[in-house]
T-cell receptor, first 113, second 110 residues
Framework: EAGVTQSPTHLIKTRGQQATLRCSPI?????VYWYQQALGLGLQFLLW???????NRGNFPPRFSGRQFPNYSSELNVNALELEDSALYLC????????????FGQGTRLTVV | QKEVEQNSGPLSVPEGAIASLNCTYS??????FFWYRQYSGKSPELIMF????GDKEDGRFTAQLNKASQYVSLLIRDSQPSDSATYLC??????????FGAGTRLAVHP
């Protein structure tokens, strides 16, 4: 069974540009989570989607946005990139059940220059 | 108060010893708890999941949950140098929102 897949693996953008990151969850999982992990720091909760709807949002500015498609895959968009947006962006998926595990993709390393 | 708190470490233990990692959480309604291992530059890997009070064992790993004290721990028996990593405690709140502590760095020295 395929795990969570993220693309691209690496992304280099210039300050002010937009970045789009993609995530495909494990088959059957409807919940998708996005996290930002800056170098040497912990996982900061960005967004949680389930059944196509945004269920919760972390303390990030509106230029961080996303969506979930009918097949439960998800996109994270970051507009007006800033140097401090450089980080590892991680996607995880889970069933919509609090007593089930969440599994991560390999992440997208975004570098803003 | 942070929702999930962990000691950042590093926790240094000799090879073969028991490593004990601790985590506290603030939301009394939290129902399920997770331990992930993360090697530098890699994505987190799930190693334990617990939602009932008490102990849960899987190989060299034991997770312990005490909901009354809002405390969850991870014991690693017979620690190996390959266990050296950052261990992340995670909690599901608001039914299915998954949030993380800052992680504890574990260093196992030969």
């Amino acid at each position: 069974e395929a795990g969570v897949t993220q693309s691209p693996t690496h992304l280099i953008k210039t300050r002010g540009q937009q970045a789009t990151l993609r995530c495909s969850p494990i088959s059957g999982h409807t919940s998708v989570y996005w996290y930002q992990q800056a170098l040497g720091l912990g996982l900061q909760f960005l967004l949680w989607y389930d059944e196509g709807e945004e269920r919760n949002r972390g303390n990030f500015p509106p230029r961080f946005s996303g969506r979930q498609f009918p097949n439960y895959s998800s996109e994270l968009n970051v507009n007006a990139l800033e140097l401090e947006d450089s980080a590892l962006y991680l996607c995880a998926s889970s069933l919509l059940d609090q007593n089930t595990e969440a599994f991560f993709g390999q992440g997208t390393r975004l570098t803003v220059v | 108060q942070k929702e999930v708190e962990q000691n950042s470490g590093p926790l240094s233990v000799p090879e073969g010893a028991i490593a004990s990692l601790n985590c506290t959480y603030s939301d009394r309604g939290s129902q399920s708890f997770f331990w992930y291992r993360q090697y530098s530059g890699k994505s987190p890997e799930l190693i334990m999941f617990i939602y009932s009070n008490g102990d849960k064992e899987d190989g060299r790993f034991t997770a312990q949950l005490n909901k009354a004290s809002q405390y969850v721990s991870l014991l690693i028996r017979d620690s190996q140098p390959s266990d050296s990593a950052t261990y992340l405690c995670a909690v599901k709140i608001d039914y299915n929102k998954l949030i993380f502590g800052a992680g504890t760095r574990l260093a196992v020295h030969p």
